[in-house]
């Protein structure tokens, strides 16, 4: 599906939120604590993981179309990150402007391999730097929770965040196993999208809302109300701010923090759908 951000826009967001991450990274006390989102790393290997990977989707993009990643991109996955604190932040803001000039030459509509051949999104730079901006505006929140500091990620990032994720991460051509059933989330904001899942596998649609609202809440009954409106009931909807429902669908907050309605089990199957291909 389009991004509702413009490319440019996409690379400015990716630049803000990689420079929010090296700042948690040069204001940590130590860099061996646990990540709690991600525990299996500590701070550093979060930085690390970040670093190689903006590196191998640089020489990706780079290498333009192809079936795989090439020999270069998937060796820079294990370009060890220096262990010196002071070399640390350089070395990932390097990491940021091998992504960004890689995007910049290559542009948004030239083909490059990506791992999300059976979703919605398309083969394209232009997905893969909506992708990067996600991953990098996500782990800069777990870099911030791990000092104790979470900030919101920015409006614009988590509103284009929820239908990215839905349609490059969950839709597939995969048969669902279960009942044919839907899933809505409605942003307060006043945006809503549906996850249809069935025989012919999951696919994301962005579902009509109210143009005026004079508050978020009000935005979010009226978005809600129209969403609706001649459409089959989702098994189960789920209602949060954007931020909150980007950081819930990638596993960062629980379902306490969100208002879900319906069979609230449905999730846990969506979650543990690993479909093939």
Do not use: N
Request: glycine residues 8%; charged residues 20%.
């Amino acid at each position: 599906m389009e991004s509702t951000l413009e490319f440019a826009e996409i690379l400015r967001l990716i630049d803000d939120r990689a420079t929010a991450f090296r700042a948690a990274i040069a204001s940590a006390p130590g860099l061996d604590v646990q990540v709690p989102t991600c525990p299996e790393w500590t701070l550093f290997d979060l930085a690390q993981h970040l670093g190689q990977g903006r590196r191998f989707w640089a020489a990706t993009v780079a290498a333009g179309p192809a079936d795989a990643p090439t020999a270069e991109a998937a060796a820079e996955r294990s370009v060890a990150a220096p262990g010196e604190r002071e070399a640390l932040p350089p070395w990932l803001a390097a990491s940021t402007q091998q992504l960004l000039d890689a995007l910049r030459e290559a542009g948004p509509d030239r083909g490059c391999w990506t791992w999300w051949g059976r979703s919605q999104s398309p083969r394209t730079c232009g997905a893969v730097a909506r992708h990067q901006l996600q991953e990098i505006a996500v782990h800069t929140y777990d870099a911030q929770l791990t000092l104790g500091a979470p900030q919101p990620l920015p409006d614009e990032v988590a509103l284009d965040g929820v239908e990215e994720f839905l349609s490059t991460c969950s839709a597939t051509t995969v048969a669902w196993p279960h009942k044919p059933t839907a899933f809505d989330f409605h942003a307060e904001e006043g945006h809503s999208w549906r996850l249809t899942v069935d025989g012919d596998g999951a696919r994301c649609t962005r579902l009509p809302a109210a143009a005026d609202a004079s508050d978020s809440a009000s935005a979010s009954a009226t978005a809600t109300a129209t969403a609706d409106e001649g459409l089959d009931a989702a098994g189960v909807s789920v209602r949060g701010t954007a931020g909150e429902l980007i950081l819930f669908i990638y596993d960062r907050i629980p379902a306490e923090s969100l208002r879900i309605d319906g069979d609230a089990g449905l999730i846990d199957l969506l979650r543990a759908w690993e479909p093939e291909g």
